[in-house]
């Protein structure tokens, strides 16, 4: 069974670390993605880490994890507040979602309170800063193993 884990960033990700870093923190990109490969050593997982400012790319990938991932960590950014065809990419891809954001978004504006992926995924993840990277791969972890 794949134990192989597609963990996507929206738009401006790339930015962490020197992006609002009263609310996304210090920790750059580049530090999630060595957190995550962390984590997945830790969990016999193999990880695919992206980040695109692109929808259509971020698509793409998702696409992409059909057949292939067994599940798909995704902090949407701005799509999650935004975009129905990131959630069909997402129920398309018939792979398990979990839903990560750094911040408490429901402590912050009432725009972002509304989520389009949070129906369709099997956890939700928000405020535990960068850690809820490592809390979802943990929970893939798991999940994969009561499955066997
Ligand atoms: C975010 C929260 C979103 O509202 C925002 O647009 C982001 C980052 C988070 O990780 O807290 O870009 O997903």
């Not at 920790?27 to 957190?35: F, G, P, S, W, Y």
Request: glycine fraction near 8%; proline fraction near 3%.
């Amino acid at each position: 069974m794949s134990r192989t884990v597609l963990v996507l960033n929206g738009p401006n990700l790339n930015m962490l670390g020197t992006r609002e870093p009263a609310t996304y923190g210090h920790e750059t990109l580049a530090d999630v993605c060595a957190l995550c490969a962390r984590t997945a050593v830790e969990h016999d997982l193999v990880v695919e880490f992206r980040q695109s400012n692109h929808e259509g790319e971020a698509i793409d990938w998702i696409h992409q994890a059909r057949g292939r991932c067994a599940a798909i960590v995704i902090n949407p950014g701005a799509w999650t507040h935004t975009s129905i065809a990131i959630r069909d990419a997402l129920t398309a891809s018939d792979v398990p979602v979990i839903e990560v954001h750094i911040s408490n978004v429901h402590a912050r504006e009432s725009f972002r309170h509304h989520s389009y992926i949070s129906g369709m995924a099997v956890a939700v993840l928000c405020g535990f800063g960068t850690h809820g990277y490592r809390l979802a791969l943990e929970h893939v972890g798991h999940l994969l193993n009561k499955k066997g």
